[in-house]
């Protein structure tokens, strides 16, 4: 079984910073690769970044490319996600996830576990 739970949502002015955690628990975690999706009211949820169980590869939406840094300790079984130059539009649900697939993966059917998700509310 795995337990994912994020933290560090929370409000942030447009331009501002916010780094969300997700602590995971199980026995595998440190062998998966990771990834972070979003959700805004009214919208399907998307994928923000995907990270190698080893840290060594990153993958990013487009929309968040340049902005957004994930990263991960092992050791901690932690996964991150460092948001700097956040706009409006990034305000949604934010949830980590554990890929199930051997390669990193970008879609939603390729995660098996998901946590509660933090919300992430930027003002103009």
Known sequence: Q???????????????????????????????????????????????????WSGGITYYADSVKGRFTISRDNAKNTVYLQMNSLKPE????????RSRSIVPATTRNRYDYWGQGTQVTVSS
């Open 2 to 52: 795995v337990q994912l739970v994020e933290s560090g949502g929370g409000l942030a002015q447009a331009g501002g910073s916010l780094r969300l955690s997700c602590a995971a628990s199980g026995r595998t975690v440190g062998t998966s690769h990771m990834g972070w999706f979003r959700q805004a009211p009214g919208s399907e949820r998307e994928f923000v970044a995907a990270i190698t």
């Open 90 to 97: 990034d305000t949604a649900v934010y949830y980590c996830a």
